[in-house]
Structure formats: structure tokens, C-alpha cells
């Protein structure tokens, strides 16, 4: 399932390799194409997928040099992560030619033999995606270790941010968490020890 992760870009954002059945999928390639793609090369599956969670460059920076290599992967967003103008901005994902399919809250994703079910979690921006795998929760840069995402750029917000926190900690159970920077976490734990989820759930 969730089987292998690095760090890429000069933020580090955290790039993930999930996969079942010989297939697998990538969740924000944002630098250091190479390096992804040996990664996937190393994994010995077929890549057949690539989801976004939000559109800020530190997480789709590398995806050009993926799809040069896999041209024909359909590429999942949200679509008010997407950029429509001309010049482009650090806090859209202006689509490279490419199968781009944008994805709402609510729908499921298939993609490297998973299941993905899509979450729509704004806060950190606009469209910002939390996607759910069996008990991993891949959690883009709405919820980190022991803080969350800030919400102070383009289509963010503390509100919906607190509101999406209020959502995760509320999921049944609990989860991996696996976020767009920093190391890895469970729910349960951010549930309890998180500040800004805590304070979200005390606004129940
Ligand atoms: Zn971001």
C-alpha cells in the first residue's frame, strides 16, 4: 500500500509511492523528477496514476519530467486548484499537456490497484485534497505532525481550515497520517496532541 516515500524540492515536500497488485501511483511529485522516477523504476510496478494535493508548485514541481517519461498519466485535482490564466503563480497547478482530471469531495479514485477516497479540506487552499487509503490518510499540507498547514495564502483561511481540522478528527478510527512535509503521524495522536485540532474539535 503505501510503499515508499522522499523528499523532494528545495522544501522538501514529501513525495509519495503507493501501490497494489504491480501497480502503483504517485502522490505529489514535486521535484527532483529523477529521483521519482528511480523510485518508481526501483518499485518494479507500473505506474499508472498521479494525484495532487493541492496546486502549489512544491508539490507538482517534478511532474513534467514524470510525464515525459509516462506521458499518457491522468493526473488528479481538485479544480479550483487549477490556474486558467496566462502567467503563471507559485500557488496554481497550471496543467502541462496531460490527462488532467479534476476530482471533488465525496468521489473515489482508482489508481496504482487502490482505492482512493477523496476528501476536499480547505483551509491551507481552496481546493486542497486529503485522500483516504485503507488506514492511510495521505494529508497533503492541511494537517502536519503536530501543527497544520497555514492559511494565510491564496484561497486559504483559518476557517476552513479549522472546520476541515473539525473533519479529520472526526473520521471514524484512526490513520497514518501522511503529510506534504515533515514526518509521518497517526490521527489519534494529532487528536490528541495537535493544538490546532484540538481546537478545532473543541468547536464542535
Ligand atoms: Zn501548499
Redesign the pocket.
Known amino acids: 500500500m503505501l510503499l515508499r516515500s522522499i523528499h523532494v524540492g528545495p522544501i522538501e515536500t514529501n513525495c509519495y509511492l503507493l501501490g497494489a497488485d504491480g501497480r502503483c501511483c504517485l502522490v505529489d511529485p514535486g521535484g527532483d523528477g529523477p529521483d521519482i522516477l528511480e523510485m518508481v523504476r526501483l518499485s518494479g510496478l507500473a505506474l499508472d496514476a498521479i494525484l495532487l494535493t ?1 496546486g ?1 508548485w ?2 507538482h514541481n517534478g511532474i513534467s519530467e514524470v510525464l515525459a517519461a509516462y506521458p499518457d498519466l491522468p493526473v488528479y485535482i481538485h479544480k479550483d486548484e487549477l490556474f486558467h490564466g496566462q502567467e503563471a503563480t507559485p500557488h496554481y497547478f497550471f496543467p502541462p499537456a496531460g490527462d488532467v482530471r479534476t476530482v471533488e469531495d465525496g468521489d473515489t479514485i482508482q489508481a496504482g490497484g487502490l482505492t482512493f477516497q477523496v476528501l476536499c479540506t480547505p483551509g ?2 481552496a481546493g486542497s485534497l486529503v485522500y483516504l487509503c485503507g488506514d492511510v490518510m495521505i494529508a ?2 492541511t494537517l502536519f505532525a503536530g501543527t497544520c ?1 497555514r492559511c494565510d ?1 491564496p484561497g486559504g483561511g483559518l476557517e476552513p481550515m479549522m472546520e476541515s481540522l473539525r473533519r479529520l478528527g472526526a473520521l471514524e478510527g484512526d490513520y497514518k497520517v501522511c503529510p ?1 512535509h515533515g514526518g509521518t503521524s497517526t490521527l489519534e495522536e494529532e487528536r490528541r496532541h495537535n493544538p490546532y485540532m484540538r481546537q478545532a474539535m473543541r468547536e464542535l
Open positions: 493541492h502549489h512544491d508539490h491551507h487552499s497533503g499540507d498547514g495564502l506534504g
